[in-house]
């Protein structure tokens, strides 16, 4: 469907358009989650301050039981060569390396895949595969649709030692080692709680039809965090691409997803291929949605943290003290951070900390 091919990058503006909406799209979906109670009938709040959500495929407990010898995963982030990403992606490393060589710890070798088509100043610092972003003007706007063709492209052209990949974003911090939490040809993804193919069957069938059975066969995720086997990524992904292009290009599908359709994208592709993950609601927290760091691996700090001195969460206003990413499109986030103030919850706490660490510790911090 695609051919191979050296293309134009995507310009600044077009990156701060794209960001710029994933700002509001963000503060729109914490306001509706903190002000109005928004969660649905499957979330709770646990012991440890955490959002629980029941997990709609359990794992057998027979699987659970740790394995004697370990089932190594590769870690694959997909990026761009944008300033926003770099830096992300040098702080993700950094946890990376100190958490990987740890007893519990089944995470594999580490690839960075570049979709800009060029090496950038980064290949020297972390391990690097550049393979070529979709075609000028194919993705309309929406940047994230070069993931998949990315994974197509890495999967095709690179010796992965590992038997399981896991795919992750730059705004990842490992917390504490990860294990493989994937058994057999059973991949293993987190639960979102926004992804509900059940509320838009009308449009899923588009893509996802009924011959290939009910609609609740596609599970609530993304594509990230995800821990699969590489052959059945191999198969998964060729389709993951195409479906999510053809969701971008139906105007119905398009509206209704938004910034979350490459995430509807994959779910449905591993549907077709009659896959379905086990949901680990452990496998990731997301500040400040979350409030505790629990049993958690993941930290993804993909929403704006916004509070008043008092230590209280100011929804969807900019807060007298804030950390958002968004903050650091053009420029890299200075060293030692300002600490929230007392009374902001644990997981924003250990944010903030966990840049500074890494900030203060990777080289030449502030010359990338």
Not at 86 to 112: D, H, V
Not at 184 to 206: N, W
Not at 276 to 293: A, K, N, S, T, V
């Amino acid at each position: 469907m695609i051919g191979r091919k050296t293309m134009g990058q995507a310009s600044p503006i077009l990156l701060i358009m794209l960001a710029l909406g994933f700002f509001f799209a963000t503060y729109d979906l914490l306001t509706m989650i903190f002000h109005h109670g928004s969660f649905g009938k499957w979330v709770a709040i646990n012991s440890d301050g955490v959002l629980s959500f029941d997990p709609i495929i359990e794992m057998p407990e027979n699987m659970r039981k740790r394995r004697n010898v370990k089932s190594l995963f590769h870690v694959a982030v997909t990026a761009t060569d944008a300033t926003y990403n770099k830096w992300q992606c040098r702080i993700m490393y950094y946890w990376y390396k100190k958490q990987t060589n740890l007893p519990e710890s089944e995470m594999g070798a580490f690839t960075r895949i570049l979709h800009s088509g060029n090496p950038d100043n980064l290949m020297d610092e972390i391990p690097t595969v550049v393979v070529d972003p979709l075609p000028a003007g194919m993705d309309r706007g929406y940047i994230v649709l070069n993931r998949p063709w990315a994974f197509v492209q890495w999967l095709e052209k690179a010796t992965i030692e590992e038997e399981y990949i896991l795919m992750a974003e730059p705004d990842h911090i490992f917390i504490k080692p990860l294990p493989n939490l994937a058994r057999g040809g059973h991949p293993t993804a987190f639960p979102f709680f926004y992804i509900k193919p059940d509320q838009h069957e009308k449009i899923l069938r588009k893509f996802y039809p009924e011959e290939k059975g009910p609609v609740k066969n596609i599970d609530p995720i993304g594509n990230s965090p995800v821990i699969i086997k590489k052959d059945l990524l191999e198969k998964i992904a060729p389709t993951w691409m195409n479906v999510s292009l053809r969701m971008k290009y139906d105007p119905e599908a398009d509206q209704t997803f938004g910034w979350v359709l490459e995430m509807y994208g994959y779910a449905v592709a591993s549907a077709l291929h009659g896959v379905q993950h086990f949901l680990r609601e452990d496998f990731m927290l997301q500040p400040p949605r979350d409030w505790g760091i629990g049993k958690r691996f993941i930290l993804h700090y993909t929403y704006g943290c916004d509070y008043n001195f008092k230590g209280e969460l100011t929804y969807g206003q900019i807060g007298e003290w804030r950390f958002d990413k968004r903050l650091f499109l053009r420029g890299l986030p200075p060293r030692n951070l300002s600490l929230p103030p007392p009374g902001v919850p644990e997981s924003v706490v250990t944010l903030v900390k966990m840049v500074n660490e890494a900030t203060a510790n990777i080289p030449n911090w502030d010359t990338q």
